[in-house]
């Protein structure tokens, strides 16, 4: 792990929501049903179906996962960074978070599916070792516009 760079396992909701409801983060999990910030709230983080890790620097807090069970094998994630943190800090963290799921729960597969447009999500998943498994088509609403999902997968190693 790079210096000052730490993955912890999180249970603090107003850690987690405040990083999610930063301007450089939530334009990217918005959809028209929650368009800002006071509309959305954390999921229950002590519920035993869901894992939650924050990543942090030297700055402070910069990223979070949430992965949550669809059933003893299967496990959505849904992860995002501060712009500070993209590049090797987030690969890092995100490997990192993938070896705890592996380790420290039944998963055996995670997926998430990412907004056809977000690019450069999508090759973060794909460089981590997701593979793209198909398209989940008109499933999210943004300005309007029912949109694409790029489905990715990862399975245990």
Not at 111 to 123: C, H, S
């Amino acid at each position: 792990m790079e210096d000052g760079l730490i993955v912890y396992r999180t249970r603090d909701a107003k850690l987690v929501y405040k990083l999610a409801s930063d301007p450089k983060i939530f334009p990217f999990i918005a959809d028209d049903f929650f368009s800002r910030p006071d509309e959305w709230s954390v999921p229950d983080l002590n519920n035993e179906h869901l894992r939650c890790f924050a990543v942090s620097d030297d700055d402070g807090p910069c990223g979070f996962g949430i992965f949550v069970a669809e059933n003893n094998v299967h496990w959505k994630a849904h992860i995002a960074f501060l712009p500070r943190a993209y590049g090797d800090k987030a690969a890092a963290s995100f490997k990192e978070m993938l070896e705890r799921m592996w380790k420290e729960t039944t998963a055996r597969r995670i997926t998430g599916e990412i907004a056809q447009e977000n690019r450069r999500a999508i090759k973060f998943a794909v460089r981590a070792g997701f593979e793209q498994y198909g398209v989940n088509q008109k499933s999210t609403l943004r300005g309007g516009i029912l949109r694409d999902q790029v489905c990715l997968g990862i399975s245990k190693p």
